[in-house]
């Protein structure tokens, strides 16, 4: 079975930290979700593998951090950055997405984005790209990054306190997670209709095979 909390244990802190940074900072975050890891080890610090909060701390400073590289990486990249090919790391819909997010919640954007898997990683690029200010970026930034990773190992923590033998259905609940923080953006894509046609002609095709 796949064993999440002895995989966090045997990663430690450093394991912890690099996952963070590098979901926003190298722009994989569709391949290292946070959300999935920052609960975990919550309840692996209610256990006493992982004090509380130095995990919070050394969390906190790696999401900052890697908002603040991918936020270096969309000012130098630029307006090319949507002009760029697809790749299996690289997807021109993400950062359009992302985008639409901005025209829309403006700089509350970086805050919102940390709880939205696939946004969270494009949003420190896309307020490069549109060069926001560094000053106002970096403000979002640390709250964004501080609600993020202390809310969700406390979370973890919290539960692994109160509730017996929670270790038993921790692999639901981090679904559950992940389903709960990709549903905003799933409603979001469903309520343009092209987008709705595009995932019928999509389905239709497959069935027919």
Same mark, same amino acid.
């Given at each position: 079975m ?20 590098a ?30 909060w ?10 900052v ?13 630029g307006?090319?950055?949507?002009d ?19 025209e ?14 696939v ?18 970026f ?19 923590y919290?539960?692994?306190? &109160?509730?017996?033998?929670i270790?038993?259905?921790l ?14 953006? &799933? ?23």
């Amino acid at each position: 079975m796949f064993d999440i909390p002895s995989l966090i244990a045997t990663a430690g802190y450093a394991g912890i930290a690099g996952i963070l940074f590098a979901e926003t900072g190298l722009l994989v975050g569709f391949f290292l979700p946070g959300d999935s890891l920052l609960f975990p080890a919550g309840f692996l610090a209610s256990q006493g593998k992982l004090d509380i909060w130095l995990l919070v701390i050394i969390a906190s400073v790696a999401a900052v951090a890697g908002d603040s590289v991918g936020y270096y990486i969309g000012k130098k990249a630029g307006p090319a950055l949507f002009d760029r090919e697809d790749s299996l790391l690289f997807k021109k819909h993400y950062v359009k997405k992302t985008h639409d997010y901005f025209e829309k919640y403006g700089a509350k954007t970086i805050v919102i984005a940390r709880f939205i898997p696939v946004v969270r990683t494009f949003a420190p690029v896309v307020a490069g790209v549109g060069e926001m200010r560094y000053r106002t970026f970096f403000s979002y930034n640390i709250i964004g990054g501080i609600l993020w990773a202390a809310g969700l190992s406390f979370l973890g923590y919290f539960l692994g306190a &109160v509730i017996p033998d929670i270790d038993h259905y921790l692999l639901p609940i981090i679904a559950l997670i992940v389903v709960l923080s990709i549903l905003p953006p &799933v409603i979001h894509v469903l309520k343009e209709k092209e987008n709705r046609e595009v995932i019928k002609r999509s389905w239709q095709k497959i069935l027919k095979k």
